[in-house]
T-cell receptor, first 112, second 115 residues
Framework: GQQLNQSPQSMFIQEGEDVSMNCTSSSIFNTWLWYKQEPGEGPVLLIALYKAGELTSNGRLTAQFGITRKDSFLNISASIPSDVGIYFCAGQPPSGTYKYIFGTGTRLKVLA | DGGITQSPKYLFRKEGQNVTLSCEQNLNHDAMYWYRQDPGQGLRLIYYSQIVNDFQKGDIAEGYSVSREKKESFPLTVTSAQKNPTAFYLC??????????????FGEGSWLTVV
């Protein structure tokens, strides 16, 4: 089935550093969603994007909907230890479907 | 509190047994979903329902069944036909509308282990 390529798969960073991750697809999407998931818990929605070019922030998090509608990125500024977790993206294909496509996640570890 | 409640959090299944995972939402969302999560893989869609009394198979529906008799509830049954059911199961529901657009929210998940 359709897949999203998410990178990097994992990263170790020092506390205070900025983090960037992205998702790319060969197909266009109408919606991009970014989630954080901690071990044994359900994903929590961080940012939702609905228009190409849209740039949205949520505290130290910023995400953008790529102009081509085939990619999105998430930045975390000034990382802190509680940012540890798995971040994954989800894209909704063009209207007419209720399905979402999910990336495989970026595992973030923050070194204090 | 508004949200999506899954139960039980942990469930053990014996070989040949059917088990049912509960999912209840009080968000007044029309659409609900069940996903399966395995280590290192993206979420895979099992079933989804757009409205009451209607549901559609997802990508990995074999060995699973669902019902949608009420808007708030979307239980998932893992049948004995599912040969590898050990996984983390996530229920979700979808908010549709302006200005927020189409966004899905997840429950806290249920762990199913075959013993």
């Amino acid at each position: 089935g359709q897949q999203l390529n998410q990178s990097p798969q994992s990263m170790f960073i020092q506390e205070g550093e900025d983090v960037s991750m992205n998702c790319t697809s060969s197909s266009i999407f109408n919606t991009w969603l970014w989630y954080k998931q901690e071990p044994g818990e359900g994903p929590v929605l961080l940012i939702a994007l609905y228009k190409a070019g849209e740039l949205t922030s949520n505290g130290r998090l910023t995400a953008q909907f790529g102009i081509t509608r085939k990619d999105s990125f998430l930045n975390i500024s000034a990382s802190i230890p509680s940012d540890v977790g798995i971040y994954f993206c989800a894209g909704q294909p063009p209207s007419g479907t209720y399905k979402y496509i999910f990336g495989t996640g970026t595992r973030l570890k923050v070194l204090a | 509190d508004g949200g999506i409640t899954q139960s039980p959090k942990y469930l053990f299944r014996k070989e040949g047994q059917n088990v049912t995972l509960s999912c209840e939402q009080n968000l007044n969302h029309d659409a609900m979903y069940w996903y399966r999560q395995d280590p290192g893989q993206g979420l895979r869609l099992i079933y989804y329902s757009q409205i009451v009394n209607d549901f559609q198979k997802g990508d990995i529906a074999e060995g699973y069944s669902v019902s949608r008799e009420k808007k708030e509830s979307f239980p998932l049954t893992v049948t004995s036909a599912q040969k590898n059911p050990t996984a983390f199961y996530l229920c979700a529901s979808r908010f549709s509308g302006m200005p927020s657009g189409n966004t899905i929210y997840f429950g806290e998940g249920s762990w199913l282990t075959v013993v």
